[in-house]
């Protein structure tokens, strides 16, 4: 089975800290992502990878930046955590390509609380 | 852009009800569809998805979900509902041909009520 593991499940920062959230994936995909889960809004992607040191914006990347230095592992990085980054962040990975292999598969999340 | 729109924000239901969650999906292209599954304090779990061929898809644990072009929807059904299935259900859709971008609804809150 595939296993993505994020490194907090809870997390509690200060306004103004820099933050990581840490994900890893043990089954060599290609494609990594970034979710921030809030009431009413659902899923919103914030950026994704598709191979090691390459990023692309999701659809609300203010605020964030991420890193891909190793294919198992996708890092997101708050560099000034804000009160409204508040939210539950969920890390996924898939295999690149069309077919039975285009499902994401996501990790437990972490919980960040910006005080 | 792609948007994904589910109506109903949260669905009761009676245990042993039939059960139906609302998809639709703005893309008049190639698509392919999913239903994920979230617990309590669990990360999200596929639950089904649409990729070609039969129209109607479903779960190992007794849910269906039919793709119906013409109305560019991807509802999902049960037809008798369980405790255990009180859960949030998201249906995300994934265009062909423009990388590797999901697109996810807003989430439907279903609590099957004793």
């Known amino acids: 089975d595939v296993k993505v593991t994020q490194s907090s499940r809870y997390l509690v920062k200060r306004t103004g800290e820099k933050v990581f959230l840490e994900c890893v994936q043990d089954?060599?995909?290609?494609?990594m992502f970034w979710y921030r889960q809030d009431p009413g809004l659902g899923l919103r992607l914030i950026y994704f990878?598709?191979?090691?040191?390459?990023?692309e914006k999701g659809d609300i990347p203010e605020g964030y930046s991420v890193s891909r230095e190793k294919k198992e592992r996708f890092s997101l990085i708050l560099e000034s955590a804000s009160t409204n980054q508040t939210s539950m962040y969920l890390c996924?990975?898939?295999?690149?390509?069309?077919?039975?292999?285009?499902?994401?598969?996501f990790g437990p999340g972490t919980r960040l609380t910006v005080l | 852009a792609q948007s994904v729109t589910q109506l109903d924000s949260q669905v009761p239901v009676f245990e042993e009800a039939p059960v139906e969650l609302r998809c639709n999906y703005s893309?008049?292209?190639?698509?392919?569809l999913f239903w994920y599954v979230q617990y309590p304090n669990q990360g999200l779990q596929l639950l089904l998805k649409?990729?070609?061929?039969?129209?109607l898809v479903e779960s190992i644990n007794g849910f269906e979900a039919e793709f119906n072009k013409s109305q560019t929807s991807f509802h999902l059904r049960k037809p008798s509902v369980h405790i255990s299935d009180t859960a949030e259900y998201f249906c995300?859709?994934?265009?062909?041909?423009?990388?590797?971008?999901?697109?996810f609804g807003t989430g439907t809150s279903l609590t099957v009520i004793p």
């Open positions: 996924a990975s898939s295999l690149r390509g069309m077919g039975l292999t285009d499902t994401q598969y």
């Open positions: 089954m060599d995909h290609e494609n």
């Open positions: 990878s598709y191979d090691v040191k390459m990023k």
């Open positions: 893309s008049s292209v190639s698509v392919y």
């Open positions: 649409y990729l070609s061929g039969s129209t």
């Open positions: 995300a859709v994934r265009v062909l041909n423009t990388g590797n971008q999901f697109y």
